[in-house]
C-alpha cells in the first residue's frame, strides 16, 4: 500500500511560483512513476506532469511546459512540482498520484494506482 501526502498549494498572483511536494509512504516509491494531476471547479481532472521511476523521462501537458517541471528525489520518496509563471486558469486542486511498481510512465489518469488527497492551488489576476 502507498500514501500520497501533498503539500505546498496556496494562494499566489499571476506570474509568481510555487512549489509542490508529495511525500510517499512505502518501499516501492522508487519503482514507481508518479504524476501530478488537477482538477478545476466544474472541471474533469486532468493531466500535469509525469515522471519515470529514474527520473530519466518526463511528460507535460501542452498547456504547461516550459512553465512545470517535475522532479523526484528517491532518497527521500518525494516529487515535486516546480510551477513557474502562474496563470489565473492553473487555478485547481493538485493531486499526486503513483502508478504500480514496475509499470512504464503514462499521462493516463487510469493507470495510476494510487491518489493523494489534494492542495489546492489558487492563482489570481
Known amino acids: 500500500q502507498v500514501q500520497l501526502v501533498e503539500s505546498g498549494g496556496g494562494l499566489v498572483q499571476a506570474g509568481g511560483s510555487l512549489r509542490l511536494s508529495c511525500a510517499a509512504s512505502?518501499?516501492?516509491?522508487?519503482?514507481?512513476?508518479m504524476g501530478w494531476f488537477r482538477q478545476a471547479p466544474g472541471k474533469d481532472r486532468e493531466f500535469v506532469a509525469a515522471i519515470s521511476q529514474s527520473g530519466g523521462t518526463t511528460f507535460y501537458a501542452d498547456s504547461v511546459k516550459g512553465r512545470f517541471t517535475i522532479s523526484r528525489d528517491n532518497f527521500k520518496n518525494t516529487v515535486y512540482l516546480q510551477m513557474n509563471s502562474l496563470k489565473p486558469e492553473d487555478t485547481a486542486v493538485y493531486y499526486c498520484?503513483?502508478?504500480?511498481?514496475?509499470?512504464?510512465?503514462?499521462?493516463?489518469?487510469?493507470?495510476?494506482?494510487?491518489w493523494g488527497q489534494g492542495t489546492q492551488v489558487t492563482v489570481s489576476s
Open positions: 512505502g518501499r516501492t516509491f522508487g519503482s514507481s512513476a
Open positions: 498520484a503513483a502508478q504500480r511498481a514496475g509499470f512504464t510512465v503514462t499521462m493516463v489518469s487510469d493507470d495510476y494506482r494510487y
